[in-house]
């Protein structure tokens, strides 16, 4: 959360929009914390996006489609990878961003395929709340053992592997 994934994304679907590619951004249904159609960062840069409820809805768009990017990719479904293939083998360039892990330190949802697949992956790291080094963890701050729990910013801190295992 907190890592700067999102503005990624953002940073590289503008420069796509620059270069005159036609880009078309989804995510999914579920995450609407913040606006319930445009991807939307913790420090509020925003584009507009399509959300969706199932990742096949991904095939159903724009046949001139140039990008697509992917926004929270961790709550997709496990068909997410395959479409990304589909996508990606007809010349399209698919950036998704997402979770890998979730507030147990476990994979998240498709995230682990789509790592396994992609061309190439950047980890981003958030500052540890706890110690200030990289995090690479989400700690959740209310008990709650709900993997898909979406909660509000302060329910999740990024912590790193030493403060994340220490769990207080
Ligand atoms: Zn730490």
Do not use: W
């Amino acid at each position: 959360m907190f890592s700067g994934k999102t503005e990624e994304l953002i940073r590289r679907l503008r420069r796509a929009k620059i270069a005159k590619l036609n880009v078309e951004i989804f995510k999914p249904k579920t995450e609407i914390r913040y606006h319930e159609s445009d991807v939307v960062s913790h420090d509020f840069t925003s584009m507009p996006s399509t959300p969706i409820d199932n990742s096949s809805s991904i095939l159903l768009f724009g046949s001139n489609t140039e990008v697509v990017g992917i926004d929270e990719a961790q709550f997709f479904d496990d068909g997410l990878p395959e479409v990304c293939v589909i996508l990606a083998n007809k010349g399209i360039r698919v950036i998704v961003a997402g979770l890998d892990m979730d507030f147990q330190g476990k994979p998240f949802g498709p995230m682990p395929a789509l790592m396994a697949i992609a061309e190439d992956v950047t980890k981003v790291h958030a500052i540890c709340a706890q110690c200030g080094a990289p995090a690479t963890y989400s700690y959740r701050t209310v008990a709650n053992d709900e993997t898909f729990y979406l909660g509000e910013k302060e329910s999740y801190e990024p912590r790193c592997r030493a403060c994340f295992v220490r769990k207080e």
